[in-house]
């Protein structure tokens, strides 16, 4: 599903306890040292009898990743508040861990960036075979997106295990079953595996793209870890979870299609070049609360050359692009991924109350440009 070119809220990972001294964390050498790998117990579920077979076939696709946190990872989770996601993975070793999925048999795997950036450098992916065994592998390359909250990392071996992934027109159902694999609260619990369904599609939930929401129990230290169909396939890649009393099973995961893009990118550019009108929108007062809404965006600020050469002024409103209606930032986002800055598209707008079409040539956005400021950090940050 992937480029030719590879061969072949709360977010949950880098998990960590900051309760030891950083000066007495493990060094490197000493990683995966304190602990016993034992392959899962593979059972077949009653409710569905093929649940032992996918898990055995996926789980040596699935690695955990390991490695010092960094002292902004360290002074953030200091200062998270208790009634949050209930703070990270609890590893007496003061390590940071999470997990990743590998997509090339020559070392390329894709995680969450939030899992790679909260790591010092000399961050470490330990790789498990059916016959229980494991491996341990120094990351050598990094290219982290964190508007995507996907990253793709390159160690050094070769004949790996790689999953296999939907194709990008098989979309996930609401009731699905679903896998989830991944190194959830300790390294002794790697490759770990919950069931549930699908519960949602299309969330648009504290990020850039549309997100699949599920009832798998998904743990911190389970970011960047799959969650995988009842065909044995990825669907997409665990990602946040909200958690706070009388909250439950409410979990967010990054769709394949969104995953092959953004990873296709990295590999191919080591960035994601996306396509962007050059404008700042605000969102109708339903669809910041998630109603469902035909409300259009209007323009709060033209920021690039192109969007201004294009006749666009602070106040116009936003319908369509090339024919197709965008009402919220997800949808616009969602709809750009089909699109390469530097192509030209037109735009149904209202402008001082006439409804006109601009001709204009996509910028390259940066990561700020994709943030939805038309939201306050209240709104933005619902209670988890």
Same mark, same amino acid.
């Given at each position: 599903?992937?480029?030719?070119?590879?061969?072949?809220?709360?977010?949950?990972?880098?998990?960590?306890?900051?309760?030891?001294?950083?000066? *007495?964390?493990?060094?490197?050498?000493?990683?995966?040292?304190?602990?016993?790998?034992?392959?899962?117990?593979?059972?077949?579920?009653?409710?569905?009898?093929?649940?032992?077979?996918?898990?055995?076939?996926?789980?040596?696709?699935?690695?955990?990743?390991?490695?010092?946190?960094?002292?902004?990872?360290?002074?953030?989770?200091?200062?998270?508040?208790?009634?949050?996601?209930?703070?990270?993975?609890?590893?007496?070793?003061?390590?940071?861990?999470?997990?990743?999925?590998?997509?090339?048999?020559?070392?390329?795997?894709?995680?969450?960036?939030?899992?790679?950036?909260?790591?010092?450098?000399?961050?470490?992916?330990?790789?498990?075979?059916?016959?229980?065994?494991?491996? *341990?592998?120094?990351?050598?390359?990094?290219?982290?997106?964190?508007?995507?909250? +996907?990253?793709?990392?390159?160690?050094?071996?070769?004949?790996?295990?790689?999953?296999?992934?939907?194709?990008?027109?098989?979309?996930?159902?609401?009731?699905?079953?679903?896998?989830?694999?991944?190194?959830?609260?300790?390294?002794?619990?790697?490759?770990?595996?919950?069931?549930?369904?699908?519960?949602?599609?299309?969330?648009?939930?504290?990020?850039?793209?549309?997100?699949?929401?599920?009832?798998?129990?998904?743990?911190?230290?389970?970011?960047?870890?799959?969650?995988?169909?009842?065909?044995?396939?990825?669907?997409?890649?665990?990602?946040?979870?909200?958690?706070?009393?009388?909250?439950?099973?409410?979990?967010?995961?990054?769709?394949?299609?969104?995953?092959?893009?953004?990873?296709?990118?990295?590999?191919?550019?080591?960035?994601?070049?996306?396509?962007?009108?050059? %404008?700042?929108?605000?969102?109708?007062?339903?669809?910041?609360?998630?109603?469902?809404?035909?409300?259009?965006?209007? %323009?709060?600020?033209?920021?690039?050359?192109?969007?201004?050469?294009?006749?666009?002024?602070?106040?116009?409103? +936003?319908?369509?692009?090339?024919?197709?209606?965008?009402?919220?930032?997800?949808? !616009?986002?969602?709809?750009?991924?089909?699109?390469?800055?530097?192509?030209?598209?037109?735009?149904?707008?209202?402008?001082?109350?006439?409804?006109?079409?601009?001709?204009?040539? !996509?910028?390259?956005?940066?990561?700020?440009?994709?943030?939805?400021?038309?939201?306050?950090?209240?709104?933005?940050?619902?209670?988890?």
């Amino acid at each position: 599903m992937f480029s030719s070119k590879i061969p072949a809220i709360v977010l949950l990972a880098s998990a960590f306890t900051v309760s030891a001294p950083y000066a *007495t964390m493990a060094s490197a050498a000493d990683w995966t040292s304190h602990y016993t790998y034992q392959a899962p117990q593979l059972g077949a579920s009653s409710t569905h009898p093929g649940y032992s077979k996918i898990i055995a076939k996926v789980s040596p696709s699935v690695v955990g990743i390991v490695g010092v946190p960094t002292p902004e990872a360290i002074a953030e989770e200091s200062g998270s508040d208790d009634s949050g996601d209930g703070g990270y993975g609890q590893d007496k070793e003061g390590i940071a861990f999470g997990s990743g999925v590998i997509i090339a048999s020559n070392g390329w795997i894709v995680t969450n960036a939030h899992v790679i950036d909260s790591m010092e450098e000399g961050a470490k992916v330990i790789t498990s075979e059916a016959n229980g065994q494991s491996k *341990t592998y120094l990351v050598k390359e990094i290219y982290s997106d964190t508007v995507s909250d +996907l990253a793709l990392i390159k160690i050094n071996a070769t004949g790996l295990k790689t999953a296999s992934f939907v194709s990008g027109n098989q979309k996930p159902e609401v009731g699905e079953q679903v896998i989830a694999i991944g190194t959830p609260l300790s390294l002794s619990l790697r490759n770990s595996a919950t069931s549930g369904i699908i519960s949602g599609v299309n969330r648009a939930v504290d990020a850039s793209y549309s997100l699949l929401q599920t009832d798998a129990a998904i743990n911190p230290g389970n970011s960047g870890g799959p969650l995988v169909n009842m065909d044995g396939k990825v669907i997409g890649i665990n990602t946040m979870k909200y958690e706070a009393l009388g909250v439950d099973n409410l979990g967010f995961t990054i769709p394949a299609d969104t995953v092959e893009y953004i990873i296709d990118q990295l590999y191919e550019y080591g960035e994601v070049r996306r396509a962007y009108i050059g %404008v700042q929108l605000q969102e109708s007062e339903d669809a910041l609360i998630g109603m469902p809404t035909n409300d259009a965006m209007t %323009v709060t600020k033209v920021q690039s050359a192109a969007a201004k050469k294009a006749g666009i002024k602070e106040g116009d409103v +936003l319908y369509s692009i090339n024919g197709k209606r965008v009402h919220t930032t997800v949808e !616009l986002n969602e709809l750009l991924k089909a699109y390469a800055p530097g192509q030209t598209v037109k735009l149904m707008m209202q402008s001082g109350g006439d409804i006109v079409s601009r001709t204009l040539k !996509l910028a390259q956005a940066q990561p700020e440009d994709l943030i939805d400021s038309s939201q306050t950090e209240e709104e933005a940050s619902p209670e988890q």
